[in-house]
């Protein structure tokens, strides 16, 4: 019962926390930082107004008055105005002018003030840049410095404020129990924010790293895969040139080298559009789209290779049905599948394509009466090693990746499965438009 209320407060600890520092997406860490530190300040001094009051020391609790007026307003432009470097400026100027007139007025160098100038410097080496540390180091002991000396030659000036032993102890205590709290919730909220930032720049160096590995690998299939397909184009071109050819034997080789510059051309889009998502993420524009609409120019795209092998082409396509999703990222993913089961299922062999409704979604099912799939792990992702099909034909190993990339943007899901009778099927499924 226990664990489970405290998983229940969590969240709501969390909630509460970004409304008084901010959210991480939208402040960054100093920012963060110094909202959480005005924010225990505000308690700390509040705290400390009634506490100085009833302890007599009346004058000092005037002055933290002031100092919760004034840290409440610099909380405001830090939080709500994101004013970072004002406000920081302000609080450090404000705190070091209080300061130095509540010395005078809680026992000068005898009474708490200088455990409170060193609490103070503390924060301000928290909440400032690196650049600003000399400034406020100077600012903080030319303050302390000069109060103390002035002390040291006017002693009337420093107030009489303890009247006995009790009340010296009765300011002190607290004053350092409070200084030695602060010090360490802001040692551990800083190291604990440090800790999350290099968990985060791990993970984008990871990210980085794997994305290199890819590229390297994506270049190295380039350069080899696309060899071939050019050297075929090459050697038609010159076959052609030299010879003078029969027009049934012209007309073959022509449709062979159509054959060879479509594949090439799935080749290089499915690069580009890898390329692309790379450097500016998915672009995803959803919307409703008749299935069977971006279905037919992808069937029509692919029977010069299904009848190239006499493959039969079966469609069983809902006309009416309609999806929500991106349209050329749905037609990407055919494009795709029906690619791979026309390169994968040999000469006389069948290929259906078919939709239907399962659980409220949209299913779409490419199955091919193939070899199947023997090489099942991590087919979705690029450590796959793009093999030859029944024809010899040739890709960069990408396809399938895209495929379950461009599902995933669309709030889909892609998966597959090898037949009991042969060969595999492909399913897409896609949530319906209405």
């Known amino acids: ?69 004034s840290f409440a307003g610099i909380y405001y432009l830090s939080r709500f105005r994101n004013k970072l470097t004002i406000s920081v400026a302000l609080s450090v100027i404000v705190v070091n002018i209080l300061f ?68 010296l102890f009765a300011d002190m205590t607290p004053t350092y129990i409070t200084d030695v709290v602060v010090i360490f919730v802001g040692t551990m909220y800083l190291k604990n924010a440090y800790r999350k930032e290099k968990e985060r720049g791990d993970e984008k160096n990871k990210s980085l790293e794997l994305m290199n590995a890819e590229k390297s690998k994506l270049f190295s299939l380039i350069s080899h895969d696309l060899r071939n397909p050019l050297a075929s184009i090459q050697s038609y071109l010159q076959l052609i040139k030299e010879i003078e050819l029969e027009p049934k034997d012209k007309a073959q080789i022509e449709a062979e080298l159509l054959y060879v ?26 919307s409703k789209v008749n299935v069977s ?43 795709n ?50 093999t030859f099909g029944t024809d010899n034909e040739k890709g960069v190993g990408m396809g399938l990746f895209l495929c379950r990339e461009y599902t995933n943007a669309q709030n889909g899901k892609i998966w597959f499965q090898n037949n009991q009778e042969g060969g595999s099927s492909f399913y897409l499924e896609l949530p319906l438009a209405n």
């Open 293 to 335: 609409y971006a279905i037919q120019p992808i069937l029509q795209i692919n029977k010069l290779a299904v009848s190239k092998k006499k493959i039969s082409l079966e469609t069983y396509i809902d006309e009416e049905m309609e999806v929500l999703a991106d349209l050329n990222m749905l037609q990407l993913i055919v494009r």
């Open 100 to 167: 130095a007139v509540n010395y005078f007025y809680s026992g000068g160098i005898q009474g708490a003030s200088l455990l409170s100038f060193t609490l103070a410097f503390f924060l301000t080496m928290l909440i400032s840049s690196p650049r600003q540390y000399t400034w406020w180091l100077l600012l903080n002991l030319a303050t302390v410095v000069g109060v103390i000396i002035y002390e040291y030659y006017h002693p009337s000036s420093v107030a009489a404020v303890y009247a006995t032993r009790e009340d």
């Open 1 to 69: 019962m226990l664990l489970s209320a405290n998983r229940n407060l969590l969240p709501l600890f969390k909630k509460l926390s970004y409304q008084i520092i901010g959210n991480p997406k939208d402040f960054p860490l100093e920012n963060r930082i110094f909202n959480a530190i005005c924010a225990i300040a505000l308690f700390i001094i509040a705290f400390n107004v009634p506490y100085n009051y009833l302890t007599g020391l009346k004058m000092t609790s005037l002055i933290f008055g002031i100092l919760v007026i």
């Open 261 to 286: 510059v479509n594949n090439t051309q799935e080749m290089l889009y499915n690069i580009l559009m890898w390329s692309k998502t790379q450097m500016d993420g998915p672009n995803v524009h959803l």
């Open 337 to 386: 599948l029906l690619g791979n089961a026309s390169k994968f299922t040999p000469a006389g062999g069948t290929i259906v394509v078919r939709t239907s409704v399962v659980e409220g979604n949209c299913l779409i099912e490419v199955k091919d009466s193939g070899n199947g799939i023997h090489q099942q792990e991590d087919i979705f992702s690029l450590k796959v090693r793009s």
